[in-house]
Each structure stands twice: as C-alpha cells, then as structure tokens.
C-alpha cells in the first residue's frame, strides 16, 4: 500500500519544473509530420471500414433475399 506524503507546493512546483525541463520536445516538423501520418491513417481507416461495412452489407442482403 502506498503511503501518500504531504509536499509543501513550492517544492512539489520546483521539481515539476525540473521535471519538464528534461522533456525532450519535438520540433515543429517533427509535429506536423506525426499529426499528418496520423490524419492519413485516419482516412485510411475510415475508408476501410466504409468498404467491409458496404461488403458485408451486400453479401447479408443476398442471403436473406432483401432488396
């Protein structure tokens, strides 16, 4: 069981700022490059599961005969 201690806040504030001092940040490019692979593996996806939904759809409507 952990046992929570009381920090007084303007420690707790020096170590968070130690803390985000040693993130290594990513650089602009960096950003749009991740945020631009991302949005095209959402299209990517999102055209997948249009196409099998469309699929599955068809192949269920000539088993049950449904127009």
Known sequence: ???MTTKNPIEFVREVRAEV???TWPTRRET???TSMVF???VIAA???LAADK???FVIKLL???S
Do not use: H, K, N, Q
Request: charged share 5%; no cysteine.
């Open 21 to 23: 001092a040693r993130v």
């Open 40 to 42: 095209i593996f959402v």
């Open 64 to 66: 049950l005969g449904v």
């Open 1 to 3: 069981m952990a046992i």
């Open 47 to 49: 055209l997948f599961f």
């Open 32 to 34: 749009m490059i991740t």
């Open 55 to 57: 699929i599955i759809a």
